[in-house]
T-cell receptor, first 115, second 111 residues
Framework: AQSVAQPEDQVNVAEGNPLTVKCTYSVSGNPYLFWYVQYPNRGLQFLLK??????LVKGSYGFEAEFNKSQTSFHLKKPSALVSDSALYFC?????????????FGKGTRLSVIA | NAGVTQTPKFRVLKTGQSMTLLCAQDMNHEYMYWYRQDPGMGLRLIHYSVGEGTTAKGEVPDGYNVSRLKKQNFLLGLESAAPSQTSVYFC??????????FGSGTRLTVV
């Protein structure tokens, strides 16, 4: 079965510092990987995805993520955090072998950027 | 450019009452999904549909029913609401493997 782990419930970072939000996954085949962001009282918004190709994926709002197959990780990163990045972040995975099955989401990591 | 629209946005139900949540998408997407979001639990899949007239169970289907009579609509029903169904419900749709478009959610409280 496919699964996603976000080991940190909360990440705190000072504005201007780099940020990392961690994600590890488990699938039987090759993964499709996604990051979504949720602002208060809103739905989830797509940030970026990894399907195939370059292991470093660039997405919206200056975010990027690095796919590491050997470590089964897909950590979200940003070189310089903004207060406006404070939100709830979800990692999600789909197993390519299983076709268009629904995404499986992690439990989410709350990012707090402090001015 | 509405995307995915959920109605209602808020609802309070008494235990045992029934209700239907409506999800409508205008992107001609084949796939539609219902998730619930609870604190510390992330998003859990309730039911989903891979096309008009089809439905399938997700991770937490008990107490819910769904219908996809029209391609653009995906209805989630609660026949007899329970306090454990207090949650925020999100609908999403997709056209392929490459990610979802989410609605803004329905906040349901069962008292």
């Amino acid at each position: 079965a496919q699964s996603v782990a976000q080991p940190e419930d909360q990440v705190n970072v000072a504005e201007g510092n780099p940020l990392t939000v961690k994600c590890t996954y488990s699938v039987s085949g090759n993964p499709y990987l996604f990051w979504y962001v949720q602002y208060p009282n809103r739905g989830l918004q797509f940030l970026l995805k990894y399907i195939t190709g370059d292991n470093l994926v660039k997405g919206s709002y200056g975010f990027e993520a690095e796919f590491n197959k050997s470590q089964t990780s897909f950590h979200l990163k940003k070189p310089s955090a903004l207060v406006s990045d404070s939100a709830l972040y979800f990692c999600a995975v789909r197993d390519m072998v299983r076709g268009n099955t629904p995404l499986v989401f992690g439990k989410g990591t709350r990012l707090s950027v402090i001015a | 450019n509405a995307g995915v629209t959920q109605t209602p946005k808020f609802r309070v139900l008494k235990t045992g009452q029934s209700m239907t949540l409506l999800c409508a998408q205008d992107m001609n997407h084949e796939y539609m999904y219902w998730y619930r979001q609870d604190p510390g639990m992330g998003l859990r899949l309730i039911h989903y549909s891979v096309g008009e007239g089809t439905t399938a169970k997700g991770e937490v289907p008990d107490g819910y029913n769904v219908s996809r009579l029209k391609k653009q609509n995906f209805l989630l029903g609660l026949e007899s609401a329970a306090p454990s169904q207090t949650s925020v419900y999100f609908c999403a749709s997709s056209s392929d493997y490459y990610g979802y478009t989410f609605g803004s959610g329905t906040r349901l409280t069962v008292v």
